[in-house]
């Protein structure tokens, strides 16, 4: 089992910038690959970037590519998300999730076996 704490979320400008973190605990944090998605009102949940094991592999959808960047820190059973430039369109609840039996490469939520509770990220025009 892993369990996942989410936060950093807010309300910030369109341009500006936001940190979310996520804290896990249950088992070693090494052994699983971690991933960010999120969930706009009346949309599918989406994949945003994820990260390996190790952290030395990250991958990002095209949105958000050069805009938000994906790090993990092992020792301290955390993956963050910084979010930089913004925009509107970034509005969602945004979630973090694990997997240990599928790759960094999973792009689908059902790739993911635990999941935070989210925390909900607004941007404004």
């Known amino acids: 089992q892993v369990q996942l704490v989410e936060s950093g979320g807010g309300l910030v400008q369109a341009g500006g910038f936001l940190r979310l973190s996520c804290a896990a605990s249950g088992r070693t944090f090494g052994s699983v690959y971690m991933g960010w998605f999120r969930q706009a009102p009346g949309k599918e949940r989406e994949f945003v970037a994820s990260i390996s094991r190790y952290g030395l592999n990250t991958y990002y959808t095209d949105s958000v590519k050069g805009r938000f960047t994906i790090s993990r820190d092992n020792a301290k059973n955390t993956v963050n998300l910084q979010m930089n430039s913004l925009k509107p369109e970034d509005t969602a609840v945004y979630y973090c999730?694990?997997?240990?039996?599928?790759?960094?490469?999973?792009?689908?939520?059902?790739?993911?076996?635990?999941w935070g509770q989210g925390t909900q990220v607004t941007v404004s025009s």
């Open positions: 999730a694990a997997t240990d039996s599928a790759p960094a490469t999973a792009k689908s939520p059902a790739a993911y076996k635990y």
